[in-house]
């Protein structure tokens, strides 16, 4: 149950996911699906208008409540390659909050990334990774070199935003990793 607290907004998601593997050539292609509701409530006790009878800003608590679903496909050839797309609220709700309506806006999510082996113990690993609702767009570029298959150490670039250092361990099935954003934007 993702939750949220932003000033005097707070959200909650509850969601029920189903996925489905199948072998398809020499990878796996996943689809997975999501349904479930997104919480909202709004306490405009606490705002204060600069501008008194505006009739955009809630001045008493309300909550509402949406629909939310989800899709995505994801194909993957194990050490090689991967791409995918998905998307979340594909029925764009309305959240209502009195006498304002705030409407939940579609987003849609790409990513792909391919294994370079260089030698035998290291392997370069370039990604790409789009976010989008839509108005607006995220796009990061990402580099990691793989110690035999076991350390990583890379670099992310976010499109006007944020240059990233990434640091991590592979052992197993289990990953533990550490970003750290380096802004770039005001």
Known sequence: ???????????????LSYSYKLNLGTGSLGIGADVGILMSSLDGTKLN??????????TASSSSVVPDFGLGVYYQIPQKLYFGISSTHLVPGTLKYNNVNYKVA??????????????????????????????????????????NQLLWLGASYRLQDAVVALAGVQWKNFRFGYSYDFNTSK
């Open 106 to 147: 579609r987003h849609y999510y790409i990513m792909a990334g391919y294994t370079y082996n260089m030698t035998q113990k290291f392997d370069l690993l370039p990604s790409v990774f789009i976010k989008t609702d839509g108005r607006a767009t995220q796009f990061d570029v990402n580099v990691n070199v793989m110690y």
């Open 1 to 15: 149950f993702p939750s949220h607290d932003i000033g005097v907004q707070k959200g909650i998601a509850a969601k």
């Open 49 to 58: 208008p600069a501008q008194s009878g505006d009739q955009q800003i809630p």
